[in-house]
């Protein structure tokens, strides 16, 4: 049972555009909502978090929208760059600070 | 950002043999810390939840007397693989939220390889 799912598994997108991840929750206990960026090989790098008292976070060039009636969020990355390329979870959580990851989304900026 | 080292980055063992993986807030206390496990092209999957001062909690399926969790200050949390065999060969990650705060920060990793 997954109550977080990343539906794109990869996604290509050229330099300066913008790049928008989503991602699907089921669990209505979520109240708090990050997004992590990985390489191979390393650990997750904290990119963007939002309360769900918010719609919209801004932090430079992200942006996370969530959604909570469609129980949905997204990541908006603009304009992207090359090194975005990189493995992106969107992190859902609940009462005890747990993580509860989705599957991951490729992210491929060509030049 | 706050500050999380894990240590060793990598490390090959003798299966029968046990493994310390060392966990540490560099820069923030913390009483909770998480560890993870990642398989190759997966996501990462809890394995469990160290607390400082008390037993850890563990998800459903990991065995507690297999992957032993100490956190003995606030800043250091410890995984002990013990008795490893081969299919415990993987990259074990932790992550901690500085008191007060529900951002998670992650250590580096650890790759372990179980021979």
């Known amino acids: 049972d997954q109550q977080v799912k990343q539906n794109s598994p990869s996604l290509s997108v050229q330099e300066g555009r913008i790049s928008i991840l989503n991602c699907d929750y089921t669990?209505?206990?979520?109240?708090?909502f990050l997004w992590y960026k990985k390489y191979p090989a390393e650990g997750p790098t904290f990119l963007i978090s939002i309360s769900s008292i918010k719609d919209k976070n801004e932090d430079g060039r992200f942006t996370v929208f969530l959604n909570k009636s469609a129980k949905h969020l997204s990541l908006h990355i603009v304009p992207s760059q090359p090194g975005d390329s990189a493995v992106y979870f969107c992190?859902?959580?609940?009462?005890?600070?747990?993580?509860?990851f989705g599957g991951g989304t490729r992210v491929l900026v060509k030049p | 950002g706050a500050v999380v080292s894990q240590h060793p980055s990598r490390v090959i063992c003798k299966s029968g043999t046990s493994v310390k993986i060392e966990c540490r807030s560099l820069?923030?206390?913390?009483?909770?810390m998480f560890w993870y496990r990642q398989f190759p092209k997966q996501s990462l999957m809890l394995m469990a939840t160290?607390?400082?001062?008390?037993?850890?909690?563990?998800e459903q399926g990991v065995e507690k007397d297999k992957f032993l969790i100490n956190h003995a200050s606030l800043t250091l949390s410890t995984l002990t693989v013990t008795s490893a065999h081969p299919e415990d060969s993987s990259f074990y990650i932790c992550?901690?939220?500085?008191?007060?705060?529900?951002?998670?920060?992650f250590g580096p990793g650890t790759r372990l390889t179980v021979t």
């Open positions: 992190a859902a959580v609940a009462a005890g600070n747990k993580l509860t």
């Open positions: 669990n209505s206990m979520f109240d708090y």
């Open positions: 820069d923030f206390q913390a009483t909770t």
């Open positions: 992550s901690a939220p500085a008191i007060g705060f529900r951002e998670q920060y």
């Open positions: 160290s607390n400082e001062g008390s037993k850890a909690t563990y």
